[in-house]
């Protein structure tokens, strides 16, 4: 069974806040034991997830598209020749 890739649309840069609480850290100086305490985002339907086995990752998501503009497809950035050193 292969997996099927999400679709993903560019969108005009959001600014996401999130306020976490850590409760260990190893020999090393590496913070663990994360626990949301806020989040702000585009819209009421921002949240964050910290899965206890995800290895430090942090998930975001919005359950709506009120407050985000999806830009139009097509050039994402600038052609560019590569350049030869010799």
């Known amino acids: 069974m292969a997996h099927q ?5 560019s969108i005009k840069p959001v600014t996401l806040t999130l306020t976490v609480e ?11 034991g994360f626990e949301v305490k806020s989040v702000k985002g585009p819209n009421s339907t921002f949240k964050a997830a910290i899965p206890p086995q995800g290895g430090g990752a942090i998930y975001l998501k919005v359950d709506s ?5 999806v830009l139009p497809d097509g050039d994402t950035g600038t052609a560019t020749t590569k350049v030869k050193l010799f």
């Open 5 to 9: 890739a999400t679709s993903k649309k």
């Open 22 to 32: 850590a409760k260990r850290i190893n020999e090393n100086g590496t913070f663990s």
């Open 65 to 69: 598209m009120e407050g985000l503009t």
